[in-house]
């Protein structure tokens, strides 16, 4: 199960003796040039970061980009770690002070909305529908959507329907993009999301639900529509 | 609001419906429309579907650009600390 809970920091801890050989170990590796130990390293942890660096600076670019230099940092420190805190703290640490110094240096605060202008092509400030779904004087359909096939719950998603709906994701106003991803990817609360990006709860509903009818909209075509 | 929502007042509203914002008399007129409406209960079902499918998602999926880049940074810092043998 998935889910979006940071690793627990014991700054105070020495790491305790397998800890140590553990690091010791990929550090090793590391130093070697070996990528598959960078490679299981950034899987563990880079989303943990991200979420962490998000909070200290105003979009998820900017997190992106935290974390991109602290892993470097992370590289360049390895002569300098002597496994007197874990690794996982080590690398925690040198994000905390990339994200601060980044921070420091985004001299002007821009709020989130200004940051993300709204380009999307849907109709009013809320309501979530597209042109030419409604009449202008009257509240029916002037046509109703098209049939989906059944979609079983058990049936496994194939590689290419997958594949659609990350296109989809990854290519949605990047507004719409982060809030579709910590709701209904990473199963943050609205409540918690509206913290996490400084937004209001209306503002967070309305690009959640942009985001969730336009990923509709791309996968409409797949989804064996039948006239 | 008064009497039976139409379509496209529904359509309005179905971002507080998913969020369970609606009060509760909205809420039951809004249930007794979806209950009389294939159009909407359609379009309903396949906003289901498509929030259950973006739920399969890991956030790597959409996050694989920055990993080849890291990787690649990887390398670089690779042959800058003369690492490797």
Sequence with gaps: MYSPRMPELDAAARPDETTRAEDAALVERLRAGDEMAFADLIATYHNALLRMARQYVDSAALAGEVVQDTWIALLDSLPRF??????????????M??????????????????????????????????????????????TGPARWEDQPEDVALSSETHDLIAQAVATLPPSQREVITLRDIDGFEAEEVCNLLGISDTNQRVLLHRARTRVRKALAPHMGERP | MSGNLTCKELV?????????????????????????????????????????????????????????ALLGAFRDWKSRAGAGS
């Design chain 1, 82 to 95: 002597e496994g007197r805190s874990s690794l996982q703290t080590w690398l925690f640490r040198i994000l």
């Design chain 1, 97 to 142: 002070n990339v994200a601060r110094a980044r921070r420091r240096k985004e001299a002007r605060s821009i709020p989130f909305s200004a940051a993300f202008p709204s380009a999307d092509n849907q109709s009013g400030d809320n309501p979530g529908f597209y042109p030419g779904w409604f009449p202008r004087v009257g509240g029916a359909w002037i």
């Design chain 2, 12 to 68: 309005a509203l179905i971002s507080e419906y998913f969020e369970g914002t609606l009060t509760p008399d909205v809420r039951a007129r809004f249930d007794e429309h979806i209950a009389g409406c294939g159009n909407c209960a359609g379009y309903i079902a396949q906003l289901r579907t498509t929030i259950r499918l973006v739920g399969t998602l890991r956030e790597d999926d959409v996050e694989i650009p920055a990993r080849e």
